[in-house]
């Protein structure tokens, strides 16, 4: 509709001083991929894997500095 947005971006704030946390990602397929060692300082994006024992793609873009 109108001023409407697909936009599947999750946003979040991490502490700096705290411990990196896990994140759980369930897919609409069903299929679920756990995410550890997620940082701050930078965006992250996950690509849901198209064959079922593929991994998913994880992509970091660190902001300049």
Do not use: K, N
Not at 7 to 22: K, M, Q, S, T, Y
Not at 43 to 48: D, I, K
Not at 50 to 61: G, N, T, V, Y
Request: hydrophobic letters at 40%; a negative charge.
């Amino acid at each position: 509709g109108y001023q409407s947005s697909r936009d599947r971006r999750i946003v979040f704030a991490l502490d700096e001083g705290a411990a990196p946390p896990r994140f759980l990602v369930r897919w609409p397929g069903g299929r679920e991929t756990e995410l550890e060692g997620v940082t701050s300082a930078g965006a992250w994006l996950v690509v849901e894997p198209d064959a079922a024992d593929a991994a998913p793609r994880i992509l970091r873009e660190v902001p300049p500095s």
